[in-house]
């Protein structure tokens, strides 16, 4: 009696482990959320081994105009209205189509691709930081660009070009109803966020990008920085999200 009963769990148990593998087999991977798996790849397979290796640096510079961003505007602030990052700029409407975006700083580019709609092209680069200076490690996000001058896995030097301002394709273009070209981006205090929301009710991990350069600007920390921050009534013509 014992034995049949023990054959009889063997047996379901067994049913049931193929019927969970088969379920499991049936189901297609999980359809690419928000973050492309290419990002990750990158990130969870490169960057633990090369994020120690990086140069270290302290003196970073705007992503526009540097090394001071003189000429350039802060079109939309961190955390109005939940925005993660800051959106910049150098003239009206499109017209900032096209201006340079350079690396705040030496580093290493986690990722460069297209990923259309909202986001257009985009570019992540992981900066390394002397020991003691808090984080460690940041990643900057350079988003919706009209243009790119990297590739993923490559190493940029501060002041270099990377790409151009643009509009995410024409989804923030005049014409398209869109407030116009800026180049939104971000600092991240950890590696490997991918996209994000871009605006959240909360800011857990996101550092706000002209703090961050204002204080790690090495002899220039002396000097404030020359870009300019909008008031509320002031943005009207200038491109933001
Ligand atoms: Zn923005």
Known sequence: MASRVIYLVVLLAWIALLWVGLDFAAKPKQAPSAIPTTQLDWVTFFAADILP?????????????????????????????????????????????????????????????????????????????????????????????????????????????????????GTYAVANGGMGAHLHWEVRQTVGKGLGPGFDTKRDGWLEPSAFLAAHRGERSKQPLKVKVLGNAERRGWGTD
Not at 107 to 125: L, M, P, R, T
Request: proline share 8%; hydrophobic share 40%; with cysteine.
């Open 53 to 169: 290796s990086l140069p270290v640096t302290d003196e970073f510079v705007t992503p526009l105009r540097p090394p001071d961003g003189d000429g350039a505007v802060v079109t939309l602030p961190f955390l109005e209205e939940g925005h993660l990052g800051e959106d910049w700029s150098t003239a009206q409407g499109d017209a900032a189509l096209g201006e340079p975006v350079y690396s705040v700083a030496d580093g290493w580019v986690s990722a460069a691709q297209d990923f259309e709609n909202a986001w257009g092209k985009v570019i992540f680069i992981c900066y390394r930081l002397p020991e003691g200076r808090w984080p460690p490690f940041i990643e900057v996000m350079y988003a919706q660009l009209q243009s790119m001058d990297v590739a993923s896995g490559t190493f940029v030097k501060r002041g270099q070009k990377i790409g151009e301002v643009g509009n995410a394709g």
